[in-house]
């Protein structure tokens, strides 16, 4: 991954934007998401997103393809929910690995077409938080329930991981992380997959603050979750969903300050209206990244809900020629985290 690494010192790189908004700008309906093979299914299917790789892969090519001609680097796969924890609301379990590897073959295919040796393309496998936490009960009335645990989630996000790497993506994404012990399984999983296959492929990791406390779900700050996750060894570490790139601001600027490691940014395109719907612009969003990139704040940049091609395209326009974050040069000491961070003086 050379060349990734050669890019990442000369430019800002483009990610491309939501895969789930362009989805649904398409409409598909339950016949769309069940297709012939899922017909008689015995559970409803419309939502399930990550099927449409099996049932629809035309429109799951058309919409990567689309990121790619906006100006995207880097292509991500449609297998936010492709783990046996999130596919189990539809009872789809089985269908995890199959969905992970069909979802990289297809975003491989169009990266080698749009690729050029001027401008290369990599695919990112994305792994999704699942809508399980290890963190936080699912009960009020009992603070020490759990729905899942470590082991569970390491099975399956390595399970995951796997199939990605077998459908030929070139980096592992982990993304939208509100919960900082899911994303440990998921680590967890990974570097075991490397240690027993002797391989080095690229990690980025993508945490979430949900609202204006500036925290995760699981109660942490932004240097607090680097701090926990910093042992990965990322490629990159950034930020992602939840907030608006007005909002996002500060806590990409934190991050920017204290990461070694290159450092990404993917913002909603706003906050949703009332009907559910982001109603940034392309120009606006690209307004906001365009300054983080002169702030040099930022080595990636992309975009998350509400973000189609045309905001990609935007994006690509605001950083291109501007140059990518210097990465700082951090004093090694002895960093820990629980909800805050701790830095032990020498």
Request: glycine letters at 10%; charged letters at 25%.
């Given at each position: 991954?050379?060349?990734?690494?050669?890019?990442?010192?000369?430019?800002?790189?483009?990610?491309?934007?939501?895969?789930?908004?362009?989805?649904?700008?398409?409409?598909?309906?339950?016949?769309?998401?069940?297709?012939?093979?899922?017909?008689?299914?015995?559970?409803?299917?419309?939502?399930?997103?990550?099927?449409?790789?099996?049932?629809?892969p035309e429109l799951i090519r058309d919409i990567t393809a689309q990121y790619a001609a906006a100006g995207s680097d880097i292509l991500t796969t449609n297998t936010f929910s492709a783990t046996t924890i999130a596919q189990a609301d539809y009872h789809m379990e089985d269908l995890a690995v199959e969905l992970n590897i069909e979802?990289?073959?297809?975003?491989?295919?169009?990266?080698?077409?749009?690729?050029?040796?001027?401008?290369?393309?990599?695919?990112?496998?994305?792994?999704?938080?699942?809508?399980?936490?290890?963190?936080?009960?699912?009960?009020?009335?009992?603070?020490?329930?759990r729905n899942t645990d470590?082991?569970?989630?390491?099975?399956?996000?390595?399970?995951a991981a796997e199939a990605l790497l077998e459908g030929g993506v070139d980096i592992i994404l982990m993304e939208t992380i509100f919960d900082t012990l899911n994303a440990k399984a998921a680590i967890y999983a990974y570097r075991k997959i490397l240690r027993e296959r002797n391989i080095d492929v690229p990690l980025m990791i993508s945490g979430t603050i949900t609202d204006a406390s500036g925290r995760t779900l699981s109660g942490q700050t932004t240097e607090a979750f680097y701090n926990s996750v910093v042992h990965a060894r990322p490629l990159t570490v950034g930020l992602n969903c939840a907030l608006g790139p007005d909002a996002l601001?500060?806590?990409?600027?934190?991050?920017?300050?204290?990461?070694?490691?290159?450092?990404?940014a993917y913002p909603n395109a706003g906050l949703p209206n009332e009907f559910g719907e982001y109603d940034l612009t392309p120009d606006?969003?690209?307004?906001?990244?365009?300054?983080?990139?002169?702030?040099?704040?930022?080595?990636?940049?992309?975009?998350?809900?509400?973000?189609?091609?045309?905001?990609?395209?935007?994006?690509?326009?605001?950083?291109?020629?501007k140059a990518p974050r210097q990465r700082p040069d951090i004093k090694r000491a002895m960093r820990l985290s629980g909800l805050e961070p701790f830095t032990a003086s020498a």
């Open positions: 991954m050379s060349d990734l690494i050669d890019a990442l010192a000369e430019r800002i790189l483009v990610l491309d934007g939501a895969m789930g908004t362009m989805i649904q700008n398409h409409d598909p309906n339950e016949a769309d998401y069940r297709g012939e093979r899922f017909a008689d299914w015995e559970s409803d299917l419309k939502g399930n997103n990550d099927l449409l790789t099996l049932t629809k979802a990289a073959k297809i975003a491989r295919s169009v990266a080698e077409e749009y690729a050029t040796a001027d401008k290369p393309r990599w695919v990112a496998g994305v792994i999704g938080p699942t809508n399980r936490t290890a963190s936080i009960s699912p009960d009020v009335n009992d603070p020490g329930k470590f082991d569970e989630l390491a099975k399956a996000y390595g399970e601001r500060t806590y990409v600027a934190e991050m920017s300050r204290i990461a070694p490691c290159y450092v990404h606006e969003m690209a307004e906001h990244i365009g300054e983080w990139a002169d702030s040099g704040l930022l080595n990636m940049a992309g975009g998350c809900c509400g973000s189609t091609p045309e905001h990609i395209g935007a994006i690509a326009q605001a950083v291109e020629g």
